[in-house]
């Protein structure tokens, strides 16, 4: 019976979002899928996770937002982001329009390099055209950094693209099919959460949708007492499915990152955030 549900769960996620499919019937099909399953949420709602969804989950974050704990961060990734390199060259040199918000375009297909780029590894490509060593993707210097980054772009709309080309097609189509594979001992997608049973319980916690769910990152989670980043949160999920997870800026977590973030295209930038 089990394996008969698990089944059935599997296949209302392919019939949501075919395996196939191309990604523009992606993100439409399935943000109407969620206006539907949530017709009292705006498009803009969807950026705040489950405190779109919760009430009292929702009255706590506001409270909490009125002395962020994530404001730290920010000032400190700015303070390293306006520190010049040894060459006298600054972060700024790399990324122009900076203050006109650029988390919202990330990340994107390099054509150059056949590979998704994310915001941290363009901030250490950066470093190394100054002479500077790459920040561990863990490295709260590095997450510091793009914490400023991102709240310069707060209230951008989402714009990633996947272009026609096909190395492009096939990572969105990795992170495609690694959202929706089961895997672990508990035999759980990230879709099983978050697509099938948004917005339902699991324990004490609401289940957030996959629509906005990379938008409010990085993000202060209560439970690290810090500012972590979207990777750490994927291997936060694969522990408790028990599953074997990718290492942080992995290939995977990469294309993974890239899919979940075109789905939620049109949505506001909202990080950082908090989340508990």
């Avoid at 803009?44 to 405190?51: H, I, L, T």
């Avoid at 390099?110 to 490509?125: C, E, H, P, W, Y």
């Avoid at 709260?140 to 951008?156: E, G, V, W």
């Amino acid at each position: 019976m089990k394996q008969l549900r698990y089944g059935f769960l599997f296949l209302s996620s392919l019939m949501i979002a075919p395996i196939a499919s191309a990604p523009l019937d992606d993100l439409y099909t399935l943000q109407q899928h969620f206006f539907t399953q949530f017709p009292t949420l705006s498009r803009q709602d969807f950026s705040n996770g489950v405190y779109a969804l919760d009430p009292d989950a929702r009255q706590s974050w506001l409270a909490i937002e009125q002395f962020p704990p994530y404001e730290i961060a920010i000032d400190l990734g700015k303070q390293l982001f306006t520190h010049p390199f040894s060459n006298g060259q600054h972060y700024g040199d790399c990324f122009p329009d900076y203050q006109q918000g650029m988390s919202q375009h990330y990340p994107y297909w390099d054509l150059k390099t056949q590979t998704v780029i994310t915001l941290s590894q363009a901030i250490n490509r950066c470093r190394q055209q100054n002479q500077a060593p790459p920040l561990p993707p863990t490295s709260q210097s590095l997450i510091n950094l793009t914490a400023y980054l991102t709240f310069l772009s707060r209230d951008k709309p989402i714009a990633i693209t996947v272009p026609p080309e096909p190395g492009a097609r096939a990572a969105y189509q990795h992170g495609k099919k690694y959202y929706h594979q089961r895997r672990g001992q508990l035999n759980f997608s990230c879709a099983s959460c978050h697509v099938q049973n948004a917005g339902k319980r699991l324990r004490t916690e609401t289940l957030s949708p996959l629509l906005g769910q990379t938008s409010n990152w990085p993000t202060y989670r209560l439970k690290w007492g810090r500012v972590g980043t979207l990777h750490q949160r994927f291997i936060g999920c694969h522990q408790q499915i028990r599953a074997q997870a990718a290492a942080p800026q992995s290939e995977i977590f990469r294309n993974l990152e890239y899919y979940m973030s075109y789905i939620s295209n049109g949505l506001p930038v909202n990080g950082p955030s908090i989340r508990k």
